[in-house]
């Protein structure tokens, strides 16, 4: 039932056009399509949209900080999924710093857990209030090397899925593995995205790259 199968919608110009690549990931109930709208308030113009679709809607059947093995072998699936899409990029020629991902709640979950484990050097992590997946965190499986990446991390305090005490051990996992983290809880918020966080997002993907 949780084998993911390899839905992924694109959108935008061709990857030889652009050389930079977005991938979103949709949260629980939510669908490819919808996180794709979201791009509409993003400045994406230049980049080649990708966004995989979770069977069912949704990546894994519980809560990101429900024991692992409860998640299982649905979130294995998802994080291959994840990991194929980012594959297709690379063997087009395109480096791993031209390459952003992001997502909201389930999705910013699921795409942190894939980043941290697979760390290098990416244009950005758009993580819409999300964190590291599991009970506690398994630190030791956090591997490689941000070197740079910036990360914008957020969520409400409270928030209904995502406490601010995940979000504060995923940045400090993020940093210490070289990401440039720029965390924001918002008192109050709602389960959403505002504004000021598509604002955010927005200056991560418009760096202009020194040359």
Not at 9 to 34: C, F, W, Y
Not at 173 to 185: C, H, S
Request: aromatic share 8%; charged share 20%; hydrophobic share 35%.
């Amino acid at each position: 039932m949780y084998t993911h199968k390899n839905d992924v919608i694109t959108r935008g110009k061709p990857l030889s056009e652009t050389g930079k690549a977005l991938i979103l990931v949709h949260g629980r109930g939510a669908s490819a399509q919808s996180i794709l709208d979201l791009a509409n308030h993003l400045p994406v113009q230049d980049f080649t949209l990708y966004a995989p679709q979770a069977t069912n809607h949704s990546w894994y059947p519980y809560s990101f900080m429900a024991p692992e093995e409860q998640n299982q072998p649905a979130l294995d699936s998802a994080l291959e999924l994840l990991d194929g899409v980012v594959k297709i990029i690379l063997e087009q020629g395109i480096k791993s710093e031209d390459i952003y991902l992001g997502g909201f709640s389930q999705g910013a979950c699921l795409t942190s857990e894939y980043a941290t484990r697979n760390a290098r050097k990416y244009g950005g992590l758009l993580l819409f209030t999300g964190g590291l997946i599991g009970q506690q965190l398994v630190t030791d499986r956090y591997k490689g090397n941000f070197d740079g990446t910036p990360v914008l991390l957020t969520t409400g305090d409270p928030d209904p899925h995502v406490p601010v005490s995940r979000v504060d051990e995923t940045a400090k996992t993020m940093e210490k593995l070289g990401a440039i983290v720029t965390k924001k809880i918002y008192p109050g918020r709602p389960h959403t995205i505002l504004q000021e966080e598509l604002g955010l997002a927005g200056k991560i993907l418009s760096v202009v790259e020194k040359g």
